[in-house]
């Protein structure tokens, strides 16, 4: 997984895996669209206003938790 963000535009992409092919966008809501394989795979999802939904709450940081574990892992991303 990978994800960059471009400041000038703020807009941010999670990329889940390497695009293989066609895909569609969905329209998830103004802010987000996610790209789908035609076999339903996720390939990725953009977030518009970026800032607002990735950096205003945890205070600009990546939170990876096991779920099982609880543990949690934390990376800097603000």
């Not at 000038?8 to 103004?30: F, H, M, P, S, W």
């Not at 977030?47 to 709450?57: H, I």
């Amino acid at each position: 997984m990978r994800v960059t963000y471009d400041p000038k535009a703020n807009v941010a992409y999670i990329r889940l895996r390497e695009k293989a092919g066609d895909v569609q966008t969905i329209k998830v809501t103004e802010e987000v669209w996610v790209d789908i394989a035609p076999d339903g795979a996720v390939f990725g999802i953009e977030l518009l206003n970026a800032n607002e939904q990735l950096f205003e709450s945890d205070h600009g940081r990546l939170i990876s938790v096991d779920s099982e574990s609880g543990e949690e892992k934390t990376l800097k991303v603000a």
